[in-house]
T-cell receptor, first 111, second 113 residues
Framework: EDKVVQSPLSLVVHEGDTVTLNCSYEVTNFRSLLWYKQEKKAPTFLFMLTSSGIEKKSGRLSSILDKKELFSILNITATQTGDSAVYLCAVHPSGNTPLVFGKGTRLSVIA | DTGVSQDPRHKITKRGQNVTFRCDPISEHNRLYWYRQTLGQGPEFLTYFQNEAQLEKSRLLSDRFSAERPKGSFSTLEIQRTEQGDSAMYLC???????????FGNGTRLTVT
């Protein structure tokens, strides 16, 4: 069965800290890995990763994939209170299997 | 880009009643997905459509659940004889292609009393 495991499940940091969120996976025939940010409502898309070792970056957020070790990390530098959210990792296997999500990491950034 | 819209935003119903939710995807997206999310969990896949064809259904989707996408545009998800365990956020998402990221709506929060 396809599985995505995120760690930690929750994290509290102070503004300005740097955080690293982890995502490991076990899927048959991997196609891509995606990161989403979920505040109160809809998950919003952050990154899609398909190749190992290529960093995707958007502002203070960056992510990288290791297909050999089957994991990805999401880094957030100089955290702000607006970064407080649940960060979801999802994997897209090949074939007709849709996205499989992890439980998410709840990040709280305090001033 | 108007995004994915879902209606209603909240639904409170008594056990045993039927409920129906609606999802309008992004207009050029031909793939539409339904997911369910409970507190502290990630979204769990329920079913998906390519145009009007329902191509995949999860084992989570019991016989009380049915989904349609009659003209390949909006979709409805109906739950018959609701149970307290059906209480959850029901998320709809759409994508342009199979390999494209999913874009989610704000969800319908169902509470069964």
């Amino acid at each position: 069965e396809d599985k995505v495991v995120q760690s930690p499940l929750s994290l509290v940091v102070h503004e300005g800290d740097t955080v690293t969120l982890n995502c490991s996976y076990e899927v048959t025939n991997f196609r891509s890995l995606l990161w989403y940010k979920q505040e109160k409502k809809a998950p919003t898309f952050l990154f899609m990763l398909t190749s190992s070792g290529i960093e995707k970056k958007s502002g203070r957020l960056s992510s990288i994939l290791d297909k050999k070790e089957l994991f990805s990390i999401l880094n957030i530098t100089a955290t702000q209170t607006g970064d407080s959210a649940v960060y979801l990792c999802a994997v897209h296997p090949s074939g007709n299997t849709p996205l499989v999500f992890g439980k998410g990491t709840r990040l709280s950034v305090i001033a | 880009d108007t995004g994915v819209s879902q209606d209603p935003r909240h639904k409170i119903t008594k056990r045993g009643q039927n409920v129906t939710f609606r999802c309008d995807p992004i207009s050029e997206h031909n793939r539409l997905y339904w997911y369910r999310q409970t507190l502290g969990q990630g979204p769990e896949f329920l079913t998906y459509f390519q145009n009007e064809a329902q191509l995949e259904k999860s084992r989570l989707l019991s016989d009380r659940f049915s989904a349609e996408r009659p003209k390949g545009s909006f979709s409805t998800l109906e739950i018959q004889r609701t149970e307290q365990g059906d209480s959850a956020m029901y998320l709809c998402a759409s994508s342009l292609e199979w390999s494209s990221p999913l874009h989610f709506g704000n969800g319908t929060r169902l509470t069964v009393t």
